[in-house]
């Protein structure tokens, strides 16, 4: 289950660094015109220095993805699919967009997984990316920084995902890797990547 170069092994999270990966997305309530966020995890978020989103400041909503997602300007914010039917309503009800992003981060950690990749699978997944504006020297990168993270976050915590995984999962996975600064500076490029259809990110931008 060791991939060759990978720093990690398995059961090497603490018992800490494992809760805190499978923190909750938070608490949600949805009114009228707003969406009321308590305890999200992600610092850099709009939604963890303010709780109250109001439906006027809400570019669209992903009703489809797992999770759902909310965009406030360059922020995706996730949110529980438990009360999918009133979020539905609430988009509707305010006249947002309805959009289905494409899981480009679940691309990405497809070798992450508890399944097997294999090489004509990556190749597949490569063009896939490529298609959608990242190089395949971007994207080898980008799993190289996740995936001992990713592989703690699958696996020391007895997840065992297979089906697939989003750009929540690696957020949750390098908050306990980072400090507030890299944090902050990662979470950037998860953004960037997650909404990159909708800001029209170069291909040739350094993730």
Not at 37 to 65: G, L, M, T, V
């Amino acid at each position: 289950m060791k991939s060759p170069g990978s720093t990690w092994t398995m059961f090497s999270a603490s018992k800490q660094e494992v809760k805190e990966m499978l923190v909750s997305l938070g608490q949600v309530e949805i009114g009228g015109d707003f969406i009321k966020i308590e305890n999200y995890p992600f610092e850099p978020s709009i939604a963890f220095r303010q709780s109250i989103i109001k439906a006027e400041h809400i570019e669209d909503i992903d009703c489809k993805s797992y999770p759902a997602t909310l965009r406030v300007g360059d922020d995706l914010i996730f949110l529980s699919r438990e009360n999918i039917e009133e979020l539905e309503a609430f988009a509707k009800r305010n006249k947002i967009e309805l959009v289905e992003r494409p899981p480009i981060w679940g691309w990405i950690l497809e070798p992450f997984l508890d399944t097997e990749f294999t090489a004509e699978a990556n190749e597949a997944t490569i063009k896939l990316l490529n298609s959608y504006g990242l190089t395949t020297d971007q994207i080898r990168s980008l799993r190289a920084e996740v995936e001992t993270q990713m592989l703690k976050y699958n696996f020391d915590t007895m997840l065992w995902e297979w089906g697939g995984f989003d750009a929540s999962d690696v957020l949750r996975a390098m908050r306990t890797k980072y400090k507030k600064d890299q944090f902050e500076d990662f979470y950037k490029r998860v953004m960037q990547i997650a909404c990159m259809l909708s800001f029209g990110i170069n291909e040739h931008e350094d993730f």
